[in-house]
């Protein structure tokens, strides 16, 4: 069988607190973003699929633990995945715990026209700061672009600038990367300084307002591919247009 290239998605977000709803948003948002898609089966200890007949009951009660459990569409020849997880707060920007939501789905032309939607979708439910979605394959090269001593390079192997370690950032609004498309709440977008008429007409022709008066930014009109230099371009200009992604620069 050939493996087939997926888009990942994942939102950053404040930790969940109580009988939060955040995580039956986060699920509603993204089957509203892929018409006909249900994300109403578990994977089981035995690891084999069960149906969830009453899933928004099963969730509520499952996530007052803090995380979104492993939910699928139970298609194995069409896999949409979803699952979220509280981060501790030594781990991350500005010393908070966090809430992630990581989701996964075909990267074909489906996908591909209906990334924007999903992402604002799943952001925006979880009450993100920020988040991103791209192929498979970018976290090798973000993790080639982390800063692990102050001695080290300023570039990486790509030519991309290096990243501070997520715990060195000041604050979680501040994105730890960048990726294909990016979504950057209100609070994140006056954090980074977007948008600056003069400084951003390229990035506002392929930008959009969300409904919560964030932003989806795309950097490419494709996926991202860093072996396409036309994209490792548009990378490069992105990172220099905003220094604080990253933790690059002072707060």
């Given at each position: ?104 789905l ?81 609070v994140?977008?006056?954090a ?60």
């Amino acid at each position: 069988m050939i493996a087939r290239k997926r888009l990942i998605l994942i939102t950053h977000a404040p930790a969940l607190v109580g009988d939060d709803n955040r995580t039956l948003a986060a699920v509603h948002g993204l089957e509203r973003a892929l018409p006909g898609l249900r994300l109403e089966w578990r994977v089981t200890e035995a690891r084999q699929l069960a149906a969830l007949p009453q899933r928004d009951e099963w969730l509520a009660e499952a996530t007052k633990d803090g995380e979104l459990p492993f939910l699928c569409n139970g298609n194995e020849s069409y896999p949409v995945t979803i699952s979220g997880l509280q981060t501790p707060a030594r781990t991350n920007p500005g010393g908070q715990p966090l809430f992630e939501v990581h989701a996964k789905l075909p990267l074909d032309a489906a996908g591909i026209a209906a990334a924007a939607d999903v992402l604002e979708a799943v952001a925006e439910g979880a009450r993100a700061y920020w988040g991103h979605a791209s192929p498979d394959g970018y976290g090798v090269e973000v993790s080639e672009q982390m800063r692990h001593s102050a001695h080290g390079p300023e570039r990486s192997p790509r030519g991309l600038p290096m990243l501070n370690l997520p715990w060195h950032i000041h604050s979680p609004a501040i994105p730890q990367y960048l990726g294909w498309l990016n979504y950057w709440s209100a609070v994140t977008a006056q954090a980074i300084g977007f948008p600056d008429p003069a400084r951003d007409a390229d990035l506002l022709t392929r930008a959009r307002r969300t409904a919560a008066g964030g932003w989806i930014v795309r950097l490419t009109d494709t996926p991202l591919d860093y072996d396409d230099p036309t994209h490792l371009d548009a990378l490069k200009r992105a990172y220099e247009r905003f220094p604080e992604i990253g933790g690059r620069s002072a707060p």
